[in-house]
């Protein structure tokens, strides 16, 4: 409930909400200023009466002096015709500067009352202020629930970069902004008099003085008792008029004073409403309380961060998770299923799974790892599908799982887990997560299963399994749901190798052209594809198969074309279709992004090593290479006269500087070698090379990948350097198949 | 009940169709045109209304200004009105802001006009001045059509009958 309440309203409010933080921080800072400007202010030791005399020698003409809630005191005057006002000097009564109203004080003040649309504005803020106060609590109870208790509260906060920036930004905003809210209700709820504010539409009758001379104003003895501190106004008699008096209103309340003989002719103290009014106006706007201005100052600051931040986590948690029909809730599931993926694929099986649990008679809940509950009342198992992420890693979904397993109520569990046997860490985080379950002493349904490549066989053997395990036959039919793709035309292929036994094509593709006739919608509707650059990678779809197959692109979007670099494997279902096309023919075809394995900017050299098709992206990358980078190729292919791979480009490369240096090694010509022999004669220039900050990019088949690991380590082995080092420092990438 | 029925009868505001036809043989329409100047701040409080030549408090011709917790500011006016609280409702309108210009049409009874009555406007501005009887105008035939500026925020006031 508070986590709803505190994404819906934080959702809805977040643009408003931030409007009124910064212009609320922007008055909080002037009135600190203004306070900064009329300096040593606090009560003053002199009187109203004395302030008064200093103001009139100056200004015969004084009609008022004003004594601000910050505790500035401006005199308004007349010179003749002419209106003027001045800021004083509260001490000495003289002039500091003549009293210009700021413009954008008051724009900022409008804005922040009522977002320049009056009443309506009003109203709007209001409801603003109260869904800051609910934000706040439902907040501070969230953020208790995640440290795991209330004396939890204040430690170090946990979980992706954002949701620590919100955590912490609103742990040190949450008081300053509580107060401003509270008070900012009262405020909306007092203009519209819902709330008394002790103010009085009717003015008291003019009280009758006695009509004699006046008196010098200092000689008033009503006006000496009273403190400058005290002072809120002082409104001198209008002109020659001797029936008119001076008013004073004060801290305390209103009076008139007879002119002529100083003396309080009326007095009304101001009624507990307004003591009230006045009190949490102040609070709300800390003018005469300058640090707490300036608490709520840095604490409305913060709610815009929070508001992007809160928003950012809400979206990511929401593309985390597919809209799965059914989902029972945590509390009332019998079965719960808690997904640790980085991309989306294993949500599919978990969709699937939850299916037919459901249809079986289960109540289900899926949810990602990281919403984890503390306690499923009525669950007796829990299912845990989990990728594994880089080297082992945590995935996305599942960042903060185990380090809040300890709060969760043991259960029945299971896992599943989801990888690439080609890859050395396989599984790794989900053997991980099932050790910590035993080692908390959790019952197991059934010792880890881990998945190679999405395989839907191995998936339903699990079913089957689980099935038995659980008393409810099992069958799970996963299909993995087909990518959204354009259908892309060959526009030209290069081929290579056929002579080596090794048909390898240079295929380039382009995006169906938009038909002439086509309307603006069309245009952008149309089928295109997103932004691309050399290293993403292109899902092909062959027709007969919905699992794609993926290229790593030699090309970028500004290239105008889709250029991947095939080779021929017998009894490849994608290879043998795509070897097969002619220009002119189509495929269905998709983008995905690869981040991880990019050149990246500045001017430290680059060691790009790849051996057959390994060479398209970083011919990508040397082509877009405009800046003249120092690059280093090292190719391994087969022969020369064969499968040299862009050959004639790699020449145009070393003549325009784009290319500093190609090491080409052909493993079927005599006296042959791999890619590897090469970098180890090349040694002491590539020991040099990575000493300097070289960035070395691996791209091909994972035989040559190891072999070039190999190389590599012995080579930088004397820099008191390995591998690890290089990877870590994100010096040393990787893209193998 | 009497006093409320005669003051009615002497000051009708057009909004009051039915008043006004009932008076028109005894009141006549009188067009004020109040012209702030440009001071740049939110909008003005304007009271403009009758007083006897002695300045004390007749009737209220037009508020501009919604929030009535505000009408203290308007000094002369607020302590002038007090027991007259209710009868306003129909002679209120919105502030006025910074160099516009509030025209309104009011009918007053002709027992009013040159009887040595006078015309005063309060204005008052938020962070601005307060500025009581800014303008007083005598209501004769003789003053009318002929503008006169205040010293505070009107630039010119003028009557037309």
Known sequence: MPR??????????????????????????DSVIERARSAGTAGGPRSVATLAEIVQSRHPEVERIVRSASGSVIAYYFEGDRAGAELLDPVTGQAISPHEPSQLTRTMTNLHRALLMGDTGRVIT???????????ISGTILLATRMGGWVALLRPSRGTAVQRLHCEVGRGAVVGLSLSALTGCYMALATFGVLPDGSSSVASPRPTPSGGERLAVSRLAALQSIDLGDLRELTFPYGTDLTDTYTVTTVQGIGDIDAA?????????????????????????????????????????????????????WWRRRRAVPRIPQNAAAK??????????????????????????????HRVHVAPMNNQARDYANARRLLILTSTYGDGDAPASAKSFLQELGRTTPLPVAVLGFGDRSFPNFCKYAAEVDASLRGRGWPMIADAWLIDRQSAQDFAEWGTMLGAAIGTPLTLVHVAARPKTVALTLSQRVDYGAESQAPTTIFRFVAPPTPPHAGLWQRLRGPRLPRFGAG???????????????YSLASSSIDGVVEICVRKRPGGLCSSFLHDLQPGSTVEAFIRTNVTFRPGGGTTPLILIGAGTGIGPLAGFIRHNRRRRPVHLYWGGRHPASDFLYEAEMKQWLANKRLTRLVAAFSRVPGGAYVQDRLTSDAVELRNLIQHGARVMVCGGREMASGVAHALGAIIQPLGLDLANLKSEGRYLEDIY | MNKIASTLGLVTILTLPTLALASAAEARPVTLTTQLRPYGGNGAYVAIYLTDAQGKFHSTLRVAGSKAKYYTHLRDWARGRVGEAARIDGVTGASVGSGQTLRVTVDIADALIDAGYQVRIDTAVEDGRDNPAEIVVPMSAEAAGRPVSGRGYVAAFRFDM
Request: proline share 4%; glycine share 12%; hydrophobic share 55%.
């Open chain 1, 4 to 29: 709803l309440l505190h994404s819906l309203l934080g959702l809805l409010g977040s643009a408003l909400i931030s409007v009124l933080a910064v212009t609320g921080a922007y008055l909080a800072f």
């Open chain 1, 536 to 550: 993403d990678l292109l899902g092909v779809v062959a027709p007969g198969s919905d699992l794609p197959r993926f």
């Open chain 1, 332 to 361: 009332a599931a019998d079965t719960i299923i808690l997904v640790g993926s980085e991309g989306n694929s294993t949500w599919g099986f978990a969709v699937t799974l939850h299916a037919a649990l459901t249809t079986a008679g």
């Open chain 1, 126 to 136: 209001g409801i603003c202020a109260l869904s800051m106060l609910v934000i706040c």
């Open chain 1, 261 to 313: 003989t100083g003396q309080l002719l009326v007095f009304a103290p101001h009624g507990l409403a307004r003591q009230i009014h006045e009190t949490i106006s102040m609070l709300h706007t800390g003018k005469g309380l300058w640090p707490l201005a300036l608490l709520l100052g840095v604490s409305a600051l913060g709610a815009p961060v929070l508001a992007a931040a809160g928003v950012l986590i």
